[in-house]
């Protein structure tokens, strides 16, 4: 059984660069250590995909092969340029006076990726007083392999809930809480993140997605709750207190 446009699916991937062998991104923590591309604030869990949509997207060479899979099924996707970053454009690649880089101009060196004009590109040469810069993707005119596990597929309102607060929510699974009823759901805010920085902007995504991919749910509620950090600090002093503490 295939996927149809609109599906969620969970899926684990490690994808690396097919002439090179090198492992670039993975959904997988352990794959991640091995291969030294580990970062300490990243959340490794499976990949939530949207078949055929802009929500939660993928190369579109890895999203058409996706749509012809089922859950449980283990392939290796090979994603053409044309299908996946892009071909090489020359016209990308521009030399620059070293100067212009002003405090950075003594940091930098070749292969570090840098932000000049409001544009990201990597820096490819640096020599007589002059930087080139690439602009292209930096896997632009490479073949990628994505070995693949197709996890799941999110069929029951409750689990695409779940899977979009895991892939929207930066807490740990453990953390994230729901209570669906009917035609409404109430999510609860983890407290760690009351005060982030962008939760309105959090909660305006994963209220759209909620109702795209459960379009009889009528009501979205999120729950905060602020508790008094003094009273509450006050309580556990009490807790802690020994028998033989409370009497001297």
């Known amino acids: ?17 097919k002439d090179t062998d090198e492992i670039f991104d993975t959904t ?31 190369l579109k060479g890895l999203d058409e092969a996706l749509a012809k899979t089922s859950a449980g099924d283990k392939l290796t996707v090979e994603v053409t340029p044309d299908k996946g970053f892009g071909e090489r454009d020359s016209g990308k690649v521009r030399m620059i006076p070293l100067r212009k880089l002003g405090e950075d101009a003594e940091k930098v060196s070749v292969g570090d990726t840098i932000e000049v004009d409001n544009k990201r590109g990597i820096i490819r040469f640096i020599g007589s007083g002059r930087v080139q810069i690439d602009y292209n993707h930096r896997y632009a005119g490479k073949t990628i392999l994505f070995d693949v ?34 035609k409404e759901v109430s999510i609860t805010i983890p407290e760690e993140i009351l005060r982030a920085d962008g939760l309105q902007i959090m909660k305006h995504f994963i209220q759209l997605d909620i109702f795209k991919f459960v379009p009889t749910l009528e009501k979205v509620n999120f729950i905060e709750t602020h508790v008094n950090k003094q009273i509450q600090e006050k309580k556990d002093e009490k807790i802690e207190k020994t028998p033989e503490q409370k009497t001297t």
């Open 149 to 182: 596990n197709v996890i799941k597929s999110l069929d029951s309102p409750s689990d695409k809930i779940d899977g979009i607060l895991k892939n929207r929510l930066p807490v740990e699974d453990t953390k994230i809480s729901f209570d669906l009823k009917d």
């Open 28 to 58: 997988i923590e352990e794959d991640a250590k091995k291969h030294s591309i580990h970062e300490q604030n990243v959340k490794y869990q499976p990949k939530l995909v949207s078949i055929g949509e802009v929500s939660y997207p993928v």
């Open 1 to 17: 059984m295939t996927f149809n446009k609109g599906s969620l699916i969970l899926v684990d991937y490690t994808a690396k660069v």
